[in-house]
């Protein structure tokens, strides 16, 4: 018997209203169905809102300190659940277990982080230029946040969300992935046992198509924040920013590793499978293009297929295994159409570019590490987001022309350069297009106590993570007290 999930709203776990659910199967594995969950429409994202808003208003008036002590708490829980959770987002989503651990941990890590925020969300007091007056700005809850998240990051994405908008104080609703709703559900278990109220916290699962444009309509939530593609992210925009909500948006990469004559090439090496199939690539900061300097481009490129091709395919919950399946049929039918374009772009095709049906894979989404040669920055290949293991090789003569191709892309979330000379190194952190940039490691890997996002198509310019994700999840309050006890002009009464 599958395992069947509800929304969570107003405290209550309850179905669609309209009774209908959908099945979501592993992977890796379709004869393996994850569970059965609400197919909601916008009335149960009417509901939910209405919930938020109750128990915003009491919510707002619980002191910061405390509300992060029940974040602190769904941290804890999250530690003491975490394989069982991991486990089960594995078979959600198809990646190796390994990284459904890290992407649990990194929940682990920013429920901490956020708790001890609650302490700080500092504000500022500054000199005011009349006498007898003090000024100060601090930090108010936004309202009720809605939030959309993708499937690849089924908990580390709706955790940095989730909990840095509880502890700013506002009340909140997710609309989790279609793919990977049960981990958000865990989640939702989670907050409800570390006994934040009915209302604060709500779920709605459902299709963007349906709850997520509801949300982006609705007038009772104030500010969105969403994690996706940039197509999506475009029209989310648009629709919100008409109603003059906030909107936060973390979208699409097409990141690049630089490797320069100089680097240690092993490191380089290992960096780059890492980036570029790790999560099967199907990471906003997987590493797609790989940018090698010609006098080692040869060497480097023997010994990446070498060791590309020996890359252990399979069910991620085999501790062996090192590249999962693709999340869906649609996702590996629009990986194996960008092969094509490639192929059709004269690039060379030097490694995979089809379907893995081995065994017991041939009941999954499974498709080999792919590696073009001889990539030009203007084909689509170069270009697009293609989310999935394919990695494009150019080669350049030296260093400036290597960090030109990096910048020569619409998107600008990650990016790498491995070399030993550190002036060539500090160059490119001042000159690379990018919001994050790794001195000799890859594209991924970000930490949750630093910003994290991008310029150019990758976003709107918010970055979450650390402390600047309170400008997504709180406005400023200015604050003047006058206690002279007489009428004092600004600008007007102030003597030179
Ligand atoms: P997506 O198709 O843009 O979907 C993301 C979320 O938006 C899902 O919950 C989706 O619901 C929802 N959605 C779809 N259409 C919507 C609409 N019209 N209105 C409101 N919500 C809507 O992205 P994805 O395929 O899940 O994820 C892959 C993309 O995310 C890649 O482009 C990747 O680079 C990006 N990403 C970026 C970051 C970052 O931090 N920069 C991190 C991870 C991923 P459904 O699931 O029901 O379609
Ligand atoms: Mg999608």
């Known amino acids: 018997m599958p395992h069947h999930f509800n929304n969570y709203v107003a405290g209550r776990w309850v179905p669609a209203a309209s009774g209908r659910s959908v099945e979501n199967r592993n992977p890796a594995n379709t004869d393996d169905v994850v569970g059965v969950f609400p197919a909601s429409g916008a ?16 919510w707002r008036k619980v002191p910061a ?16 659940r975490k394989e069982e959770i991991s486990r089960q987002m594995t078979r959600e989503m198809g990646k190796v277990i390994a990284e459904t651990r890290g992407d ?3 929940g682990i890590d920013t429920a901490f982080y956020m708790a001890g925020e609650g302490r700080r969300l500092f504000g500022v007091t500054t000199p005011v230029e009349l006498p007898d007056k003090f000024g100060m ?18 908990m580390a994405i709706p955790t940095w969300k989730v909990f840095p908008a509880l502890v700013a104080g506002n009340a909140v609703v997710i609309k989790p992935a279609t793919y990977t709703p049960a981990t958000v559900c865990e989640l939702g278990l989670i907050l409800e046992e570390a006994g934040v109220p009915p209302g604060v916290f709500n779920v709605v699962c459902g299709p963007g198509s349906t709850v997520g444009e509801a949300m982006l309509e609705h007038p009772g939530v104030d500010v969105i924040s969403f994690t996706g593609s940039s197509e999506v992210g475009r029209h989310i925009n648009e629709v919100a920013g008409k109603k003059l909500k906030r909107v936060s948006l973390e979208l699409g990469g097409k990141n690049a ?16 499978l890492w980036g570029a199939f790790g999560t099967t690539g199907q990471r906003c900061t997987a590493t797609s293009r790989l940018i090698l300097e010609e006098k080692i481009h040869d060497k480097f490129v023997k010994k990446l297929l070498d060791s590309a091709a020996a890359l252990k395919l399979g069910d991620g919950l085999d501790e062996s295994v090192q590249v999962g399946p693709l999340v869906s049929a649609t996702q590996r039918e629009t990986v194996h159409s960008y092969v094509e374009v490639g192929k059709e772009e004269g690039a060379e095709l030097a490694l995979g570019g089809e ?20 990539v030009k920055p203007t084909m689509r290949i170069a270009r697009e987001e293609i989310f999935g293991p394919v990695l494009s090789v ?16 619409s998107y600008g979330l990650s990016s790498s350069i491995y070399t030993r000379d550190v002036n060539l190194a500090f160059r490119a952190v001042e000159d690379l297009e990018a919001g ?7 594209t991924i890997g970000a930490e949750v106590h630093l910003p994290f996002g991008g310029v150019k198509d990758t976003g709107n310019g918010h970055r979450e993570g650390s402390f600047t994700v309170f400008d997504v999840f709180t406005e400023w309050k200015t604050v003047y007290v006058d206690y002279s006890g007489k009428l004092q002009r600004a600008q007007l009464d102030v003597e030179e």
Do not use: H, M
């Open 394 to 409: 150019f080669k350049v003569r030296d260093a400036d022309e290597a960090i030109e191709v990096l910048n020569d892309s």
């Open 355 to 374: 379907f893995y049906e081995e065994g017991e894979c041939k009941k999954g989404y499974f498709y080999r590490p792919t590696v073009f040669l001889g």
């Open 257 to 272: 590793q630089i490797v320069l004559a100089d680097a240690d090439l092993e490191l380089a090496l290992e960096g780059v």
């Open 137 to 154: 700005a601090f930090r108010r809850p936004v309202g009720v946040a809605g939030l959309i998240t993708p499937w690849n990051f089924p």
């Open 43 to 58: 009335e149960d994202l009417n509901e939910a809102v209405a919930a938020a808003r109750a128990a915003y208003e009491r």
């Open 436 to 442: 994050i940039t790794y001195v000799n490691g890859p």
């Open 65 to 80: 300190p405390v509300r992060a002590l029940k974040v602190q708490r769904a941290g804890e829980l999250l530690r003491e």
């Open 104 to 106: 649990t941990q990194e």
